[in-house]
């Protein structure tokens, strides 16, 4: 290797500058795979905030074209995957959140254990097998409950419940108190499980 | 269980969230755990969240479609 005083001062600056480029390239490249590693979960979750499908593709498109944009300000050796998502979720708020219906107000059941006792409840003079009453939902029943979430609550419960986020990520992404996070998450879940319970007893 | 105050399937019911969300301490981990293995109430309930957990999650799970993929190559910087 070369001392600094048997090179040129000029070309050991342009040298420098190669190096840096070279090792700059090599970082984003990194980056930009590491990014894309993640986007099936992206687009898993962007699918669900958005109301079709090529909006949620438009929105994966450009959470990706920012993402790659501004990879100098992602701090190496943190969270790639949360970074994302906050990419995400802002540009999904961004995007206008079209007019909400107004968050179903029924009263909310007290007990945590609400839904296995109402389908238990319909289910009592057939087989009380409380693994047969989640077979009667279809698949489009869940993704229909989880769409008429209010936003607040549903973002936060595909980022603790579909992305796996801990409640501290979720906090951060959502730029929220954790306490917010909590207690969104919680009611989001009992929302999500009186739609199903409605619809599974009327299918019974 | 002397740290169930009253009923102790009411506070186990207050510990089926955190519980499934593995967020308890160790203590309330345990407490919740051997109530759990003495009582079938409480356990059948638990099992039931679980599984409506997993169906919720794998209902609403969708694949990525693969142009969709290409086009996110393609946003790559050229090198």
């Known amino acids: 290797m070369k001392t600094a005083a048997t090179v040129e001062p000029v070309s050991?600056?342009?040298?420098?500058?190669?190096?840096?480029?070279?090792?700059?390239?090599?970082?984003r490249v990194r980056f930009e795979e590491e990014a894309l590693g993640l986007s099936d979960q992206v687009y898993g979750v962007a699918r669900r905030l958005?109301?079709?499908?090529?909006?949620?593709?438009?929105?994966?498109?450009?959470?990706?074209?920012?993402?790659?944009?501004?990879?100098?300000?992602?701090?190496?050796?943190t969270n790639l995957r949360a970074w994302l998502f906050r990419i995400?979720?802002?540009?999904?708020?961004?995007?206008?959140?079209?007019?909400?219906?107004?968050?179903?107000?029924?009263?909310?059941?007290?007990?945590?254990y609400f839904l296995y006792n109402k389908l238990e409840?319909?289910?009592?003079?057939?087989?009380?097998?409380?693994?047969?009453?989640?077979?009667?939902?279809?698949?489009n029943d869940a993704v229909v409950a989880l769409a008429e979430l209010p936003h607040d609550f549903r973002d936060v419960v595909l980022l603790v419940d579909l992305a796996d986020f801990t409640y501290s990520d979720a906090a951060q992404i959502l730029d929220i108190p954790i306490g917010t996070v909590m207690s969104r998450l919680h009611r989001g879940r009992r929302i999500l499980k009186g739609h199903l319970a409605e619809t599974a007893v009327e299918q019974s | 269980m002397s740290g169930f105050a009253f009923d102790p399937c009411d506070k186990c019911e207050q510990m089926?969230?955190?519980?499934?969300?593995?967020?308890?301490?160790?203590?309330?981990?345990a407490e919740?755990?051997?109530?759990?293995?003495?009582?079938?109430?409480?356990?059948?309930?638990?099992?039931?969240?679980e599984d409506f957990r997993r169906f919720v999650r794998q209902a609403v799970a969708v694949p990525m479609p693969p142009e969709l993929k290409e086009k996110l190559r393609a946003l790559r910087t050229p090198l």
């Open chain 2, 32 to 49: 919740a755990e051997s109530h759990l293995d003495g009582c079938d109430y409480c356990a059948r309930r638990y099992r039931f969240e």
């Open chain 1, 50 to 77: 958005a109301g079709s499908r090529e909006e949620a593709e438009d929105l994966v498109q450009e959470t990706f074209a920012r993402a790659f944009r501004s990879w100098r300000s992602f701090q190496p050796g």
């Open chain 1, 121 to 139: 409840e319909s289910a009592a003079d057939q087989n009380p097998d409380e693994r047969r009453v989640v077979e009667r939902l279809s698949q």
């Open chain 1, 88 to 112: 995400l979720t802002n540009l999904n708020i961004d995007r206008g959140r079209r007019i909400q219906r107004t968050p179903d107000m029924q009263p909310l059941e007290e007990s945590d």
């Open chain 2, 16 to 29: 089926m969230q955190p519980y499934l969300d593995r967020v308890l301490t160790d203590v309330e981990l």
């Open chain 1, 12 to 27: 050991d600056t342009s040298e420098g500058a190669a190096r840096q480029l070279a090792t700059d390239a090599r970082d």
